[in-house]
């Protein structure tokens, strides 16, 4: 399976652990590029944030949108599908749901959530199942949740050394010798 073509978009974010979490997962596994909205100002990996956010952000295309209708005129113009991850009723959750082939995957701010004139205006709202007594995840931990499964079925093609993945992409016929 090739790589289904994702974003990652985290609308008005605030904790740089949270933002540096999801942009970890998001190079995992091969996202077209971070987009941040809401914010006045471009997103800023300051001293808060852990040496692999700061790291990683160099390696990340960021795409600073100010609105939400800079967002949906952006995703329209680019070929993105938005498709939010909010806890919704009813529910379509994440394992039956079947990720547009270019998907603009968009988490939402870790007090407030996605607002309902948002999510309105997604293609797709999807929820990650949860079977215990906890309300909701954090941000960081439904994303990328979400981002696995958007991946899943791909196969890796990198080498693993001990307990990493370690250089370039493997050929595809090169895979069987790893």
Partial sequence: MTSPGFCTVLHTLKSPQNVGMIVRSHLAYEGACVVMVGHAQPWRFG?????????????????HLQSDDAFFAWCEAEGWTP?????????????EFAFPQRTALIVGNEGTGLSRAFLDRCR??????QFGPVGSMNVAVACSIAIYELNRGRVPRREIQGTKFVGEQVAARDRRSI
């Avoid at 956010?53 to 990340?60: A, N, P, Q, T």
């Avoid at 797709?124 to 199942?129: E, I």
Wanted: charge should be positive; charged fraction near 25%; glycine fraction near 2%.
């Fill in 47 to 63: 001293k808060g944030t852990q040496a692999f956010s700061r790291k990683l952000e160099r390696e990340c295309r960021i795409v």
């Fill in 83 to 95: 498709v939010a991850l909010e806890v919704a009723s009813p529910p379509i959750y994440l394992d």
């Fill in 124 to 129: 797709w709202v999807v929820t990650a199942p």
